[in-house]
């Protein structure tokens, strides 16, 4: 006989269904990434109506059903209102939602993916770093969680330690000075930029969003990110997408 289950999550995605109802995405601490339906969410009185939209974070208490999850009551605890009035930091928000959704899957152990959206949310809000930064972070960090991270300590051609002078996404990692001609995608990568890195590769969750870098770190950096994303992470984030534009404008 089904029941009601109670999960601790974040709502990554919501879609109308029918006149008045929603279909929500959440990524949940027991269950991983789960979708369910929220009967009469969009009605103007819904007690669901605000606890249905992206970002929002809490208690989700949950009727399972043969085929499907169904919302019954909610209980959000962080809403992170701040992007609500911040239309770039929605952008970046939702490309964050998205690349999360990209990554996770259904009743897979997703308890990190859930901490490192939720600390990534809260910097984000914060605006005590640049945005940029925090989306480098977030999106090698998301590739840590599931291990399709590069290798940023030894040379992927020699495997000589910390000798990295070029970062060559099809080696998947940092090539030293000996064996840099090997590789015909290389980006030059200096020691802070390779720090940087070596940190967010190595960093617990709680301390990611707790430094800044200097222009010449962040431009290097983002220049290696979009390369190793645009080659291994297989789909366009329509977010992304809009994020850049928003930015251009």
Same mark, same amino acid.
Do not use: W
């Given at each position: 006989?089904?029941?009601?289950?109670? %999960?601790?999550?974040?709502?990554?995605?919501?879609?109308?269904?029918?006149?008045?109802?929603?279909?929500?995405?959440?990524?949940?601490?027991?269950?991983?990434?789960?979708?369910?339906?929220?009967?009469?969410?969009?009605?103007?009185?819904?007690?669901?109506?605000?606890?249905?939209?992206?970002?929002?974070?809490?208690?989700? %208490?949950?009727?399972?059903?043969?085929?499907?999850?169904?919302?019954? &009551?909610?209980?959000?605890?962080?809403?992170?209102?701040? #992007?609500?009035?911040?239309?770039?930091?929605?952008?970046?928000?939702?490309?964050?939602?998205?690349?999360?959704?990209?990554?996770?899957?259904?009743?897979?152990?997703?308890?990190?993916?859930?901490?490192?959206?939720? &600390?990534?949310?809260?910097?984000?809000?914060?605006?005590?770093?640049?945005?940029?930064?925090?989306?480098?972070?977030?999106?090698?960090?998301?590739?840590?969680?599931?291990?399709?991270?590069?290798? %940023?300590?030894?040379? *992927?051609?020699?495997?000589? &330690?910390?000798?990295?002078?070029?970062?060559?996404?099809?080696?998947?990692?940092?090539?030293?000075?000996?064996?840099?001609?090997?590789?015909?995608?290389? !980006?030059? !990568?200096?020691?802070?930029?390779?720090?940087?890195? &070596?940190?967010?590769?190595?960093?617990?969750?709680?301390?990611?969003?707790?430094?800044? %870098?200097?222009?010449?770190?962040?431009?290097?950096?983002?220049?290696?990110?979009?390369?190793? *994303?645009?080659?291994?992470?297989?789909?366009?984030?329509?977010?992304?997408?809009?994020?850049?534009?928003? #930015?251009?404008?």
């Amino acid at each position: 006989m089904s029941q009601s289950v109670t %999960v601790t999550g974040m709502i990554l995605s919501a879609s109308p269904i029918g006149e008045n109802d929603k279909r929500i995405v959440i990524l949940t601490k027991e269950k991983g990434k789960i979708s369910a339906f929220a009967k009469g969410a969009r009605r103007q009185n819904s007690h669901l109506l605000g606890a249905t939209n992206p970002f929002s974070f809490g208690e989700f %208490v949950l009727y399972e059903g043969r085929s499907s999850y169904n919302l019954l &009551q909610a209980n959000i605890s962080n809403y992170f209102m701040e #992007l609500a009035t911040d239309l770039e930091g929605a952008y970046y928000g939702f490309y964050f939602m998205e690349f999360a959704d990209y990554y996770t899957k259904e009743h897979n152990d997703e308890r990190q993916m859930l901490r490192l959206l939720y &600390q990534t949310l809260r910097a984000l809000s914060s605006n005590k770093i640049p945005r940029e930064l925090v989306r480098y972070i977030f999106e090698l960090k998301t590739l840590v969680v599931n291990g399709e991270y590069p290798d %940023v300590f030894h040379c *992927t051609g020699c495997g000589a &330690q910390e000798q990295g002078v070029l970062f060559s996404s099809r080696n998947r990692g940092i090539v030293c000075e000996k064996c840099r001609r090997t590789v015909s995608d290389g !980006i030059l !990568i200096n020691s802070s930029t390779l720090y940087t890195m &070596q940190y967010v590769v190595t960093s617990t969750i709680e301390k990611l969003y707790t430094f800044v %870098v200097s222009d010449e770190v962040l431009k290097q950096l983002g220049k290696i990110m979009k390369q190793y *994303t645009g080659m291994y992470v297989d789909k366009r984030f329509k977010s992304l997408e809009i994020l850049e534009m928003c #930015l251009l404008s």
